[in-house]
Every structure is written in structure tokens, then in C-alpha cells.
């Protein structure tokens, strides 16, 4: 009878990996946007509906961490990791907006490498979060920075390709330019946010497997 009246944890893993899982389908709508641009439209509604589920789920997360008495791991970290997600999904609707807006005639390679590979990078958070759910050993630092390093050459090569353009400069080209850099700068973003990410997890991971 004592145990039940002891105040019950909130599910956090669950919604952490729950903002995961929103997170990479943002991740697959960006990609789905790059591959198929006569889709996007479509993906980019389906982007604003994703993030404001993230939104309130990310909202439910902080209610629950200042309600809540006990928590599976220190509420700092988990507070670290609703916040480093929320802002991973936050970039991709400003990518995906960005994309809507300037409606480009071709998809770059190398942005749209970036973004299979921000995939992979976030799939790696996705077992890493499930790792510490379980207490178990889950680190992915050997795979995640491979990764980066690929993210890292791509975004520098696309960026070397823009300002390499054979064409001669009309302002037409260069508007097209300048979105082309605005779109690199906010995949840079991304990366750094993902990165962000694993590492947060990977101290939570440290402190508590």
C-alpha cells in the first residue's frame, strides 16, 4: 500500500524517443521535399503538421519534468535533450520553408547528400536514446563523427561548387546563389544541432550506464 502512494515517474524515455521518431520523420520530409520537388508543397504541409506536434509534445515534456518528484535520470539531462530535439526539428521547418519559397529549378548534389546523411546521423541518436533507456552501453561516437566528417566535406564542396559557377553573372544567377547559400548555411545548422544532440546524449550515457 505504501509503494502506491510513492509519486510515479512520467514516461520520459517514451516521449523522448516519441520527439526522436518526430524528429527523423522531419528529417525524411526534407529529404522527400530535395528528391521530388514537384511534392513539395504536399511535404511542406506536412512539415508545418509535424512541427506542431513536436511543439506540444516538447511543451508536455517540460510540464511533466516540473510536476514530476522522481525522474529515470537526472532532469537536467532530460531537459537538455527535449531541447536540443526541439530546436533539430525547428531547423528543418526553417529548411523546409526556405525550399517552399524559393522554389529552385534543380536540387544540388551535394545538399541532397547532406541530407541522406543527416538521416543516418539521426537514426545513430535514435539508438543511442534506446540504449540509455535500457542502461545499456549505446555508445555511437566512432559512427556518428564518420558521419560528420561526410556531412563537414559535402557542405564545403557545395558551397566551393556555388561559387564556381562557369555562367556568366546575371542577377538572376545570382539570386539563385545567394538561396543556394542561404540553404547550405541552415544544412550547417542542422549539423551542428545533431551533433549537439548525440553529445547531450552521450553525457546522459556516461552518467547513468
Given amino acids: 500500500m505504501f509503494a ?13 524517443l516519441a520527439q526522436n521518431s518526430l524528429l527523423r520523420r522531419a528529417a525524411d520530409l526534407l529529404l522527400a521535399m530535395l528528391e521530388t520537388p514537384s511534392e513539395q508543397e ?8 509535424l512541427e506542431e506536434e513536436a511543439d506540444q509534445l516538447y511543451g508536455r515534456i517540460v510540464r511533466s519534468l ?36 524559393f522554389e529552385f ?8 547528400q547532406m541530407a541522406r546523411t543527416i538521416i543516418s546521423l539521426l537514426a545513430l541518436t535514435k539508438l543511442m536514446l534506446e540504449g540509455l533507456s535500457d542502461r545499456r552501453d549505446c555508445h555511437k561516437t566512432r559512427a556518428f563523427k564518420a558521419l560528420r566528417g561526410e556531412c ?17 553573372f546575371t542577377p538572376l544567377l545570382v539570386m539563385r546563389i545567394l538561396k543556394w547559400s542561404q ?27
Avoid at 72 to 100: F, G, K, V, W
Avoid at 184 to 191: A, C, N, Q, S
Wanted: hydrophobic share 45%; glycine share 2%.
Fill in 42 to 49: 504536399r511535404n511542406h504541409k506536412e512539415m508545418a503538421l
Fill in 105 to 112: 529549378p534543380r536540387v544540388r548534389f551535394p545538399a541532397l
Fill in 183 to 209: 540553404i547550405y548555411e541552415r544544412l550547417g545548422v542542422l549539423i551542428e544541432q545533431s551533433t549537439a544532440l548525440a553529445e547531450t546524449i552521450e553525457e546522459a550515457v556516461l552518467k547513468n550506464v
Fill in 152 to 168: 563537414d566535406m559535402l557542405l564545403s564542396t557545395g558551397l566551393a561548387e556555388l561559387m564556381d559557377e562557369k555562367q556568366e
Fill in 4 to 16: 502506491s502512494l510513492l509519486p510515479k515517474s512520467a514516461p520520459f524515455f517514451e516521449m523522448l
Fill in 66 to 101: 516540473s510536476q514530476t518528484f522522481i525522474t529515470p535520470i537526472d532532469r537536467e539531462d532530460i531537459l537538455r535533450i527535449n531541447q536540443a530535439q526541439e530546436e533539430a526539428i525547428d531547423c528543418l521547418q526553417s529548411l523546409s520553408t526556405r525550399l517552399s519559397i
